[in-house]
């Protein structure tokens, strides 16, 4: 069974800079996309992509704010925000895309606010 668990949500001041993680367990073979979404009141939406060849993909309200990386040998993704808004308060999602399988880890908080 495949199992995202994520981690390094919490509260942060603005302008303040958190970590997220997506470990990942289980066999995932052909692994296409790994991306991070957010959840806010209203709204739903892509952060950032990286697929099976390094390439990444931010959308423009983090553009120039996070970066996501991964390390395969820890079957680990992460999002690193750096100059957090309070509009980045959300939860924070990882999903794996394996052919046409999608598989998604359960969130972790991420709350921005002096």
């Known amino acids: 069974q495949v199992q995202l668990v994520e981690s390094g949500g919490g509260l942060v001041q603005p302008g303040g800079s958190l970590r997220l993680s997506c470990a990942a367990s289980g066999s995932i073979f052909s692994v296409n996309l790994i991306g991070w979404y957010r959840q806010a009141p209203g709204q739903r939406e892509l952060v950032a992509t990286i697929?099976?060849?390094?390439?990444?993909n931010y959308g423009d309200p983090v553009q120039g704010r996070f970066t996501i990386s991964r390390d395969n040998a820890k079957n680990t993704v992460y999002l690193q925000m750096n100059n957090l808004k309070p509009e980045d308060t959300a939860v924070y999602y990882c999903?794996?895309?394996?052919?046409?399988?999608?598989?998604w880890g359960n969130g972790t908080q991420v709350t921005v606010s002096s």
């Open positions: 999903r794996v895309l394996s052919g046409r399988n999608a598989y």
């Open positions: 697929d099976s060849g390094g390439s990444t």
